[in-house]
């Protein structure tokens, strides 16, 4: 993410891109390179500023339509992938973050009835993590308006091009994961 800062800042010396369109948020990262820079960096930051972008919509929603977060909505959409429940590692995992994280969320979403912590049966020291009733009403109810933001968010991108770019970040995937094996 330094890297990222770094190029938010290059953005004060301008470029033709940039005098397209001075509206650019801080989020656009990649509207500081000029022309002549590593193409991989540039990749790296429009993927940056895409997702930021869509983001920071989804999170407004949220907020604004349901008076909830991001992280409390992964957090419910995750653990619904496993009905019978989840130890609370493997919803960090999931998550991509630490059980110090995720437990203060957990016992938010708790104290809110959206879901419940079990003790499983094998290790009382482990606990599993499943929707309650309420929190699966308001998960059905958020992810639809959650997709129907996105598709929004997407819909000016012909439909040819986005199947083109879903691959071609496949591609991107794979190629990532093999430098990150190869690496270890």
Known sequence: MGLAR??????????SE???????????YETGLSDDEQLDVRIWLRLLTCANLIERRVRKNLRDKFDTTLPRFDVLAQVDRSPNGQPMRELSRRMMVTNGNITPLVDRLVEDKLIKRDPSPEDRRVQHIRLTAGGKRALDEMIPAHVSWVNNLIANLDRDNASQLYALLGELKASIQTAERDED
């Open 6 to 15: 770094h190029m938010v800042n290059a953005r004060s010396t301008g470029t």
């Open 18 to 28: 940039q005098s397209k369109d001075d509206s650019q948020s801080s989020s656009d």
